[in-house]
């Protein structure tokens, strides 16, 4: 299996020789390590040029500043390897990362994405993830229940941080960042767009619970893990989700007559955890299936 390490930068120099040789140090070695600087006015584009600029297995892609969705977008575009690793640049792989995530990938061969666990570097913060399975977990396809419990709660997250996460290419290609980036003036929470469309696509996730990743906390990042953030940037944030959303529910073309189907999804769960189940039993009971309509229980939902 080829992995395609796609790591975005933008003004991280600092921090971009510990992420780029921690991807070539791995036990496993990547089929490339594709850099995008989403125009840097810093000295990164002159170090990635200096240290790896002869690199065979570096590809260098230098882009005017467009944001993080175009700067994925552009990796994901140029990737040839079967499935796409993402990496930020002020993160780092451990060594067995790319190994850990093969091992998932070969036993497991329906799973599109895998997101692991992160250790944090400079700060504390707590991995979240979605039911906090507490072992290795699949979680099936998950395109009902992020569609339904969305329109329930208004947000959906079933993966981790940027870093964390890997999805073959094919799925990742469907995604459409760049198109998802422009649709609107302050795209911000890449992974999250990430994570929603790849469940709303028909990805099926799985979860390896080890901290395979150091990820960085600084002034810089943390803006989903942070709690004390502004009612502008909190606005924006769910805004950014609703067009994530409905730029993929548009994709999806489903209606409300699949909310007959949640048992069927349900079962492509293997072994699925009492939290899984009991999330499926509230989307019933917020909504009601009547008559070929799906109806809100009560006027606000809550």
Known sequence: MKFSVLINNYNYASYLRECIDSVLRQTLPPAEVIVVDDGSTDDSLWLLQQNYGNNPLVKIISQKNGGQFLAIDA????ANGEVVCLLDADDRYKPDYLQSLAA???ANPKVDLVFCRFQALGGQAENPIWLSPPGDYDYGYTTLLTYFYFRARSA??????TSCVSLKTRLAKLLKLKELGESWNYPIQADYSLLLGSSLLGGRKYYLARDLVEYRIHEKNN????????????????IQHWIAFNFYKQRLN??????AMLDQELATVPNPLPKHIKSYR????KFIWKHGRLLRKSLFWQ
Do not use: H, M, P
């Open 75 to 78: 990796g994901i575009q140029a």
């Open 104 to 106: 998932v990938y070969q």
């Open 156 to 161: 959906c997250w079933i993966g981790n941080v």
């Open 223 to 238: 803006w989903g893990l942070t709690e004390n953030r502004s009612a502008d940037e909190r606005y924006k944030e769910q």
């Open 254 to 259: 489903i209606g409300s007559e699949v909310f």
């Open 282 to 285: 509230e989307l019933r009971g």
